[in-house]
């Protein structure tokens, strides 16, 4: 295996929190309260069944979505719902 697969280096600082977020679609909700931190570093999966909004969390912390409820930091930057 190679050295750099051996050993993942995790840092004390938050790359991205999540807190409390949530989102819908109509009447339709797809992310209920939903928490996270992800540490610098740090590799995390993201798994579930088919429309159990996988896609949905990542592009909400892309900003490709935004949610409507909760917040969402990355870096230390409060993510807002001005997608601009």
Avoid at 15 to 33: C, D, P, T
Avoid at 39 to 56: D, H, N, Q
Avoid at 64 to 82: F, P, R, Y
Wanted: net charge negative; aromatic share 4%.
């Amino acid at each position: 295996m190679a050295e750099a697969a051996k050993k993942m280096v995790v840092s004390d600082e938050v790359a991205i929190q999540i807190s409390g977020m949530n989102k819908w679609y109509g009447e339709f909700h797809v992310l209920r309260e939903v928490d996270l931190t992800v540490y610098k570093g740090e590799r995390i999966v993201i798994c579930g069944p088919s429309g159990s909004g996988k896609s949905t969390l990542i592009r909400c912390i892309n900003r490709l979505e935004e949610h409507q409820k909760g917040q969402i930091i990355v870096d230390g930057i409060e993510l807002t719902n001005d997608l601009k």
